[in-house]
């Protein structure tokens, strides 16, 4: 006789996406990101609201087989990915702690002024954009006047 299996909670499938890793700065996680916007089961299915951060982000495909891969993993047979768009992603949606993250590898974390506050190396003000694009279209290039190394920065969008 088998033992039936007992179903992910919600917290325990917070916890699963919390490990999962943004495909373009895999430093963060899709729940520090905030894309993740909702978990819920409805029956039997766990449904996860996803939001993109921008409509045409090339790694939305990745983030969702990502999203599948890891429940799946965890145990969880009936999952169904709902595209949420409305309210769209905003860097207001970054936690806290993904702030601190990108900041440690590197890549200035976006602030409602439009620029980077210091440097993420040394953290220098003396700041210089180079190009409005970075090496995702969500980041701009800047340059430390100081330590003089180039580094990401994240639009605030």
């Known amino acids: 006789m088998s033992e039936a299996k007992a179903r992910l909670s919600e917290a325990e499938a917070w916890q699963v996406l919390a490990g999962v890793p943004d ?6 996680s899709l729940v520090d990101l905030g894309v993740i ?3 819920g089961y409805e ?7 996803v939001t993109p951060t921008y409509s045409g982000c090339p790694a939305t495909a990745v983030i969702n087989m990502d999203i599948e891969t890891a429940l799946r993993a965890a145990g969880v047979e009936h999952l169904e990915l709902r595209r949420q768009l409305a309210p769209p992603w905003t860097t207001d949606w970054l936690s806290a702690e993904g702030r ?3 900041e440690t590898y590197g890549i200035a974390p976006p602030q409602p002024a439009g620029g980077p506050e210091r440097c993420p190396r040394c953290a220098s003000k003396n700041l210089h954009k180079i190009s409005q694009f970075g ?3 969500c980041k701009a ?5 100081d330590c003089l190394e180039p580094f990401d920065y994240f639009k605030c969008i």
């Open 23 to 28: 495909p373009e700065i895999p430093v963060i």
């Open 37 to 39: 916007r909702g978990v």
């Open 43 to 49: 029956g039997d299915t766990l449904v996860v609201r």
């Open 100 to 102: 601190a993250k990108l």
């Open 135 to 137: 090496s995702t279209p």
């Open 141 to 145: 290039q800047w340059r430390c006047g």
